[in-house]
Every structure is written in structure tokens, then in C-alpha cells.
């Protein structure tokens, strides 16, 4: 079935360096590929989203890039802050369904 | 515009007992997903649902669990005879006809069997 690897599974990084974490999926028609922020006890949020179309999109600090021939994609969060700190899922839509297939998650955390 | 809606937020339950989870989505969505969710792991899907139709449930195990999103009211996540190895936290998320795959998640109900 459909599958998303994400690695790495845990991040630490000091406060203004960039973090990357990178996903890979085995549905190649998929083309529908969003990030979700979730903190401790929160609910997960909607944070940077690409759709096929594009090779890469930016908001800000965020930054996700997408390689449809490799079927990867990373999420690029650039002078982190300790607010950053949260595990961050990936995710990929099921072609012609509306099945969201979450990654495993990466607990980020920002040291002062 | 409240977001999605979740209720209870924890439920505590005792094994053999049901479990009832409440999901309204934001106004104006009409698809409703339902992920688990266990400690320090990822989200799984469920189910995902229209009014009154289950459009995809190869999440949902073939026993003792049911979902249901009626004309009126909220989704409802049912779990018959729980088990030790249900306690998890169940997200709902709903996203608007006809815009795939953009879906707001709720608080989460976090389910603890006893």
C-alpha cells in the first residue's frame, strides 16, 4: 500500500541554525504533499503545503522543496527559534482519493 | 469560526465498555477524517466520510469499531468492548468539498482504557 518515510526521527539544532527534514513517498501520483506542526497535547497544524506543480515553495522561514522523479520532498526551516521546537509530520494525498498518509514524524528541538 | 470541534477532550473508559467520540467540523466542510494516533508515533488513518456515506474506512479495524456521519449532527467514532490497546489519542480533521487535501485537525480526544 502507500507508504511515507520520514527521517530523521529525532532533530536538535542551536537556536539560528537550519533544520531539514526529508520524506519520501511510494505513490508516484501522488501530488498533494503537506507539513503539520504538532505540539505537546496539541493538535497537529497546517504549516507549508506543495502541490505537484511546483518544485518548491517558501513562506517566510519555511521552506518545502519537492523532486517528483526521486519522489522526495524536505521541509527547509531556516534561523530556527526554541518555538520551533514540536514533532513536524509529513504527509502525502492518495491519488484520487482524500486519504491524507502521514509520515512517522520528527521531534525538532531548538536550544537556546 | 470555531475550527473543528472534538468531545470529549479525555475519556477514560473501562475494558468491555464503549467509547463514543464526538467530531464537528468547521462550517462550511463537509469531508470528516478520523486518525489514531499512539504515544510518541504518527497519525493513522481511519476513516474518512461524507454526510451520511462512508467514502474510505481501510484504516478502520474490522471489529468493534464504527463511524458515522449523519445528516444532522456531529461525526460520531464508535469503539465497542475496548481494549487496553485502543487508549490512544483519535483525531478528527474536516477540509471543504472539493478542495483535497487541505484538512484542520481538532484538539484530539484522548482515550485512556482502564
Known amino acids: 500500500g502507500e507508504n511515507v518515510e520520514q527521517h530523521p526521527s529525532t532533530l536538535s539544532v542551536q537556536e539560528g541554525d537550519s533544520a531539514v527534514i526529508k520524506c519520501t513517498y511510494s505513490?508516484?501520483?501522488?501530488?498533494?504533499f503537506p507539513w503539520y506542526k504538532q505540539e505537546l497535547g496539541k493538535r497537529p497544524q497546517l504549516i507549508i503545503d506543495?502541490?505537484?506543480?511546483?518544485g518548491e515553495k517558501k513562506d517566510q522561514r519555511i521552506a518545502v522543496t519537492l523532486n517528483k522523479t526521486a519522489k522526495h520532498f524536505s521541509l527547509h526551516i531556516t534561523e530556527t527559534q526554541p518555538e520551533d521546537s514540536a514533532v513536524y509530520f509529513c504527509a502525502a494525498r492518495v491519488y484520487n482519493t482524500d486519504k491524507l498518509i502521514f509520515g512517522t514524524g520528527t521531534r525538532l528541538q531548538v536550544f537556546p | 469560526n470555531a475550527g473543528v470541534m472534538q468531545n470529549p477532550r479525555h475519556l477514560v473508559r473501562r475494558r468491555g465498555q464503549e467509547a463514543r467520540l464526538r467530531c464537528s467540523p468547521m462550517k462550511g466542510h463537509s469531508h470528516v477524517y478520523w486518525y489514531r494516533q499512539l504515544p510518541e508515533e504518527g497519525l493513522k488513518f481511519m476513516v474518512y466520510?461524507?454526510?451520511?456515506?462512508?467514502?474510505?474506512e481501510s484504516g478502520m479495524p474490522k471489529e468493534r469499531f464504527s463511524a458515522e456521519f449523519p445528516k444532522e449532527g456531529p461525526s460520531i467514532l464508535r469503539i465497542q468492548q475496548v481494549v487496553r490497546g485502543d487508549s490512544a489519542a483519535y483525531f478528527c480533521?474536516?477540509?471543504?468539498?472539493?478542495?483535497?487535501?487541505?484538512?484542520?485537525f481538532g484538539q484530539g480526544t484522548r482515550l485512556t482504557v482502564v
Open positions: 506543495i502541490r505537484s506543480n511546483v
Open positions: 466520510l461524507q454526510k451520511e456515506n462512508i467514502i474510505d
Open positions: 505513490d508516484s501520483a501522488s501530488n498533494y
Open positions: 480533521a474536516s477540509s471543504p468539498a472539493g478542495v483535497v487535501g487541505e484538512a484542520f
